[in-house]
Nanobody, 120 residues
Framework: QVQLVESGGGLVQAGGSLRLSCVAS????????MAWYRQAPGKQRELVAL???????DYAEFVEGRFTISRDNAKSTVYLQMNNLKPEDTAVYSC??????????????WGQGTQVTVSS
């Protein structure tokens, strides 16, 4: 099984920046799409950004050009650069990956999440 470990969360003032990282480990044939989701207290989890294996990004509308998703396949890592953060960006951010396993089946795996808190 592939495991995902996120890092980079923390407390930042409104207008500030954070860079989240998510490293994948474990045996697999390849990792296809990778994505960042977030869940704020009392709200449903929502997609923030997704990136394909060949680097094509897609963003939720609320990102409004403030966030950039990228990946380094050699390092099995996906990043989320978040700029001009707003208090409403406060949430637990979790990494998600679609894995093509050694058994030639596809499954989705999640990281444990990292807290992002934006103060006003």
């Amino acid at each position: 099984q592939v495991q995902l470990v996120e890092s980079g969360g923390g407390l930042v003032q409104a207008g500030g920046s954070l860079r989240l990282s998510c490293v994948a480990s474990g045996s697999r044939i390849r990792i296809d799409d990778m994505a960042w989701y977030r869940q704020a207290p009392g709200k449903q989890r929502e997609l923030v950004a997704l990136i394909s294996n060949d680097g094509r990004p897609d963003y939720a509308e609320f990102v409004e050009g403030r966030f950039t998703i990228s990946r380094d396949n050699a390092k099995s890592t996906v990043y989320l650069q978040m700029n001009n953060l707003k208090p409403e960006d406060t949430a637990v951010y979790s990494c998600n990956a679609e894995v093509f396993s050694l058994a030639r089946r596809v499954y989705t795996t999640w990281g444990q999440g990292t807290q992002v808190t934006v103060s006003s």
